[in-house]
T-cell receptor, first 111, second 111 residues
Framework: NAGVTQTPKFQVLKTGQSMTLQCAQD?????MYWYRQDPGMGLRLIYY???????DKGEVPNGYNVSRLNKREFSLRLESAAPSQTSVYFC??????????FGQGTRLTVV | RKEVEQDPGPFNVPEGATVAFNCTYS??????FFWYRQDCRKEPKLLMS???SGNEDGRFTAQLNRASQYISLLIRDSKLSDSATYLC????????????FGSGTRLLVRP
């Protein structure tokens, strides 16, 4: 049982480049989330999807877009990467009031 | 004011000590509560759920006070391996099932 799988694990981008972070879960969860974590800081919610077909902004959505492709997959897109988006990105999934499970994270550096 | 607030620490304690962490939340729509553990910017992992009646898992005890909107975690007989960041997590009970993290409390257990 893979749980939550994120790709890629590491990425270096040049300022202005675009990329998509992929996330897939195999637990049949309805809710999925994207967080970023900067050094010395907690996890900040970028976007979330309460169920297939819905997405909502979190605390720090600027510069990002998301797609809930189907129940399994929730992708995060950076259209024009900026150095301020250098961070560790975590995807998570959960079912209603239950606990959430996390992917291993994507370490993104924008130069 | 952040929706979930924790003392960032660090708490520096000797092996065998008892240590307590506190967390407050501001949104009364919060319905589910958890403590997660995070090591060295790896993905957060569930430590335990928190129930109004209080719950215990080995050396760990969690308490929830809904009236005061307060959550606690008690670790008894601290081990070196308990050194980590402990994240207080709150999940909304509305249809969003939004998952909100505190910024974390860092624990260092010394020999």
């Amino acid at each position: 049982n893979a749980g939550v799988t994120q790709t890629p694990k590491f990425q270096v981008l040049k300022t202005g480049q675009s990329m998509t972070l992929q996330c897939a879960q195999d637990m049949n969860h309805n809710s999925m989330y994207w967080y970023r974590q900067d050094p010395g800081m907690g996890l900040r919610l970028i976007y979330y999807s309460a169920s297939e077909g819905t997405t909502d902004k979190g605390e720090v959505p600027n510069g990002y877009n998301v797609s809930r492709l189907n129940k399994r997959e929730f992708s995060l897109r950076l259209e024009s990467a900026a150095p301020s988006q250098t961070s560790v990105y975590f995807c998570a999934s959960s079912e209603r009031r239950d606990t959430a499970f996390f992917g291993q994270g994507t370490r993104l550096t924008v130069v | 004011r952040k929706e979930v607030e924790q003392d960032p620490g660090p708490f520096n304690v000797p092996e065998g000590a008892t240590v307590a962490f506190n967390c407050t939340y501001s949104n009364s729509a919060s319905q589910s509560f958890f403590w997660y553990r995070q090591d060295c910017r790896k993905e957060p992992k569930l430590l335990m759920s928190v129930y109004s009646s209080g719950n215990e898992d080995g050396r760990f005890t969690a308490q929830l006070n809904r009236a005061s909107q307060y959550i606690s975690l008690l670790i008894r007989d601290s081990k070196l391996s308990d050194s980590a960041t402990y994240l207080c997590v709150v999940k909304r009970g509305d249809s969003s099932y939004k998952l909100i993290f505190g910024s974390g409390t860092r624990l260092l257990v010394r020999p």
